[in-house]
C-alpha cells in the first residue's frame, strides 16, 4: 500500500502517497487509541460523487469526542479533504479512509503532549467480496470471539484498537472455510459481522441488533430509508442465533460490504440458500441510490468536483 504513486491529504496538507510517514514511536501504533472511517465514492452521471460524506464525517468527529481526541480541524475542513482526495488522485470510484491518530510526541499511557493527526487516504477498492457473493450470498460462522461491551470499549466509536477484535474473529472463521464471522454480544445476542450490520428477515419483517453491542452503521441507516420506501416493517431489538437459523433471509450491510446476502450460518442454510427477494430489492435499490440513479435524499451524494 505504501509504495504508489498518488497523494495523501496528510494534517491539512496533499503529500506524496510514499512520504506520507510517521515514526515508530507514533502512539496511536501502540496503544491503539485512534478513530477512522470508511467512506465510498461512486460514479455517477453527474460525476464522481461521495456518498453520505456528512455521516461519516459526523461519525468521525463524534468517534474522537468518545475517545476524548481534540480535533484540530472542522467538519467543512474534513469534508474538502476528501473530496481532494478522491478528485486530485483522478479517482472515478473510491474507497476512501481519513484516520485521527495520536503522534510520537510522547509515550505511556501519561503522555501529556500528544497531538491529533488526521489523514485522509483514497484508492480503488472496488469490491470487498467476489461478484458472486453479492448473488449467491455467504457462509458465516458464529464466533467464539465476543462483540465488545459498552463499558470496556465503548461501541458507538469506531476506533482503532476494536478492530483486534474483528480481525481475531474473521481470521478465525476464514481459517475454518468461512467467508465471514458473526459476533454475539456479551449476553449471547447477535451484534454484528466483523466490519458489517447484520438484518434478518422473517415474513417480510425486517429486524437488526439494537445499537448496544454493534457500530451505528451508516449502510445500516440508509437500509432504515430504504425499508419506509418500500413500506416493510423494521423492527430494532435483540436477536438470537437460533432466530437466525431460522430466518427467511440474512444479510450483511456496510461501506466496504455494501449489501451482502449470508447463505448459510454454522452450517445451516438460510431460507433458500441464496439471495432472497427482499435483499436482492434492498441491494438493488443500495446500487441505484450511491450510483444517483435514484434519490432518496438529495444530500447523500457530494460531488467531488
Ligand atoms: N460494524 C463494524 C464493526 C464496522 O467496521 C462497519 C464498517 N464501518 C460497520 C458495522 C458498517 O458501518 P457502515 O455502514 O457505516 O460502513
Not at 442465533?241 to 447463505?263: C, H, K, N, Q, S
Not at 441491494?283 to 441510490?289: G, T
Amino acid at each position: 500500500m505504501a509504495d504508489r504513486d498518488g497523494l495523501i491529504w496528510f494534517d491539512g496538507e496533499l503529500v506524496p502517497w510514499r512520504d506520507a510517514n510517521v515514526h515508530v514511536l507514533t502512539h496511536t501504533l501502540h496503544y491503539g487509541m485512534g478513530c477512522f472511517e470508511g467512506v465510498r465514492a461512486y460514479a455517477t452521471e453527474k460525476g464522481t460523487a461521495i456518498f453520505r460524506l456528512k455521516e461519516h464525517t459526523d461519525r468521525l468527529f463524534d468517534s474522537a469526542k468518545i475517545l476524548g481526541m481534540e480535533m484540530p480541524f472542522s467538519k467543512a475542513e474534513i469534508n474538502e479533504a476528501q473530496r481532494a482526495a478522491v478528485r486530485e488522485n483522478n479517482l472515478k470510484e473510491a474507497y476512501l479512509r481519513p484516520m485521527v491518530f495520536f503522534g510520537s510526541e510522547g509515550m505511556g499511557l501519561r503522555a501529556d503532549n500528544l497531538k491529533t493527526h488526521v489523514i485522509v487516504a483514497a484508492w480503488e477498492w472496488p469490491s470487498y467480496m467476489s461478484p458472486e457473493a453479492r448473488e449467491l450470498g455467504i457462509k458465516v460462522q458464529t464466533s467464539s470471539f465476543t462483540r465488545h461491551h459498552v463499558n470496556i470499549s465503548v461501541t458507538r466509536a469506531k476506533a482503532n484498537g476494536q478492530y483486534i477484535n474483528s480481525m481475531m474473529a474473521l481470521a478465525e472463521a476464514q481459517r475454518g472455510g468461512y467467508d465471514e464471522a458473526l459476533m454475539l454480544d456479551p449476553q449471547g445476542y447477535v451484534a454484528e459481522g466483523t466490519g458489517e450490520n447484520v438484518f434478518v428477515v422473517k415474513n417480510d419483517v425486517i429486524y437488526t441488533p439494537s445499537l448496544t453491542a454493534c457500530l451505528n452503521g451508516i449502510t445500516r441507516n440508509t437500509v432504515f430509508h430504504m425499508a419506509r420506501h418500500f413500506g416493510y416493517e423494521l423492527v430494532e431489538k435483540q436477536i438470537t442465533r437460533d432466530e437466525m437459523y431460522i430466518a427467511d433471509e440474512v444479510f450483511f450491510t456496510g461501506t466496504a460490504a455494501e449489501v451482502l446476502p449470508v447463505r448459510e450460518l454454522d452450517g445451516r442454510t438460510i431460507g433458500e440458500g441464496r439471495r432472497g427477494p427482499v435483499t436482492e430489492r434492498i441491494q438493488s435499490m443500495y446500487f441505484d441510490v450511491v450510483g444517483g440513479k435514484q434519490t432518496l435524499d438529495a444530500e447523500w451524494l457530494s460531488p467531488v468536483a
